[in-house]
């Protein structure tokens, strides 16, 4: 009998230990003065240096940009979108291939959304119950049951490095008890997707937390959410059109409850004063389609804001988008050269798109070497003065968040 109980001790530690994450959570340098850190989030592909930001890739690809150049550029971790993805070309092609990093000749870490968002932004082709989400394809009309078995099925052969779980998505300006029903249904799913996923030891599963902009049902969602021992968390639901003084409050708000040693995403946050604050506020991972959705329209990022490259005014000048920046585009092309170019080639908007994932990451490296040389609040102010002319121009919002974290700007 005693041998038996043995066996099945040693049975539930193998167990144990085989779930241990494929993750690490190195914490290298904390601000003193803000919640700011940066860390090295170690994933199966390679170690990522946060803060981070992700550039979005819907279905295997970033538009008007190639894999080699995005490796060129440094990044470390990018998006792919389930739903999508799940789509076409479907996830038995994918996984043929040796799952998305096959498919995309991709050996860098890759994050998989869960298909939840599009509840919101195919709202009109959807409908949620228990069960899951019915969507209606875009592509071809058919009628798909996304469940949390099935966003996990997928991603499993994706294969991605960190998945999320299905949520039940509404969006941020929703009030009332659907918000409530979403959150609670949220946690429901979460359990759903752990147990679905059949590759803990080789992909990381992250739970999102929501509550809309209310902070009492945050606050359930954070203290039930972590219960589960998952290898990180996303703080969602928010950046969908909600006042900013609602977001940086529910961002702070769960970052204060989210455990330390865990890292936090914060989804679809993409211009540079955001990033900036929200690191101030203690979240590590960030993604937005903002920098290759805005190149495609023509607008450069630059330190102090965008230049429209289509504009008659740089029809004559020489010099690169931004002299400081050492982008592929910034080195070798004019703002005259894109000016002309934009009106004939859509190898303007490759141009453009290249040198706004540059800034991106050129902008998150920055913060995270003044987190790491103890002169984060210097940068912020030196950022902010740059971006905005003048002091009255600073978004009110910006200037009550860094405030909560001992930031007085000048």
């Known amino acids: 009998m005693a041998a038996k109980n043995t066996s099945s001790k040693n049975m539930s530690v193998a167990k144990a230990l085989s779930a241990v994450s494929p993750l690490t959570l190195r914490i290298i340098a904390e601000c003193p003065v803000t919640k700011a850190?940066?860390?090295?989030?170690?994933?199966?592909?390679?170690?990522?240096?946060?803060?981070?930001?992700?550039?979005v890739g819907t279905q295997g690809t970033m538009k008007g940009i190639t894999v080699d150049q995005l490796e060129g550029l440094g990044c470390q971790i990018c998006l792919g979108n389930t739903y999508h993805l799940g789509m076409r070309p479907g996830p038995e092609l994918i996984e043929k291939a040796n799952g998305l990093h096959g498919f995309m000749n991709w050996k860098r870490n890759l994050l998989t959304d869960s298909g939840g968002f599009q509840m919101v932004s195919l709202v009109e082709l959807s409908e949620v119950t228990e069960e899951g989400v019915k969507f209606k394809s875009p592509y071809d009309s058919k009628e798909i049951l996304l469940s949390p078995e099935k966003s996990i099925d997928i991603q499993n052969s994706l294969g991605s490095d960190i998945m999320m779980q299905l949520d039940d998505v509404v969006s941020s300006t929703?009030?009332?008890?659907?918000?409530?029903?979403?959150?609670?249904?949220?946690?429901?799913?979460?359990?759903?997707?752990?147990?679905?996923?059949?590759?803990?030891?080789?992909?990381?599963?992250?739970?999102?937390?929501q509550g809309g902009l209310n902070a009492e049902l945050r606050k359930t969602c954070l203290d039930e959410m972590t219960k589960r021992d998952v290898p990180g968390f996303a703080i969602g639901g928010l950046s969908g059109g909600e006042e900013k003084d609602d977001f940086w409050r529910m961002v702070t708000l769960s970052t204060d409850h989210l455990p330390r040693e865990k890292p936090r995403y914060l989804m679809g946050v993409g211009y540079a004063v955001d990033l900036v604050v929200c690191v101030a506020l203690g979240c590590d991972m960030f993604d937005c389609v903002f920098p290759t959705r805005t190149a495609r329209f023509g607008s450069a990022l630059v330190p102090w804001g965008a230049i429209q490259v289509k504009s008659k005014q740089y029809a004559k000048d020489l010099q690169?988008?931004?002299?400081?920046?050492?982008?592929?585009?910034c080195k070798r092309h004019s703002r005259a050269y894109l000016h002309a170019l934009f009106k004939s080639d859509t190898a303007a908007m490759h141009h453009i798109t290249i040198h706004n994932i540059a800034y991106q990451l050129t902008l998150m490296r920055s913060v995270r070497q003044s987190i790491v040389e103890g002169r984060f609040p210097e940068f912020i102010q030196t950022f902010m003065k740059r971006l905005f002319p003048s002091r009255d121009q600073y978004p009110s919002w910006a200037v009550d968040a860094l405030a909560s974290v001992n930031i007085t700007l000048e």
């Open 320 to 329: 690169p988008i931004d002299p400081d920046c050492e982008c592929p585009t």
């Open 174 to 209: 929703v009030t009332g008890p659907r918000v409530e029903e979403a959150m609670y249904r949220s946690i429901r799913w979460l359990d759903r997707c752990i147990a679905a996923n059949k590759n803990p030891d080789k992909q990381n599963l992250f739970a999102i937390i």
């Open 37 to 55: 850190r940066a860390c090295d989030l170690i994933l199966p592909h390679c170690a990522v240096s946060t803060p981070v930001f992700m550039p």
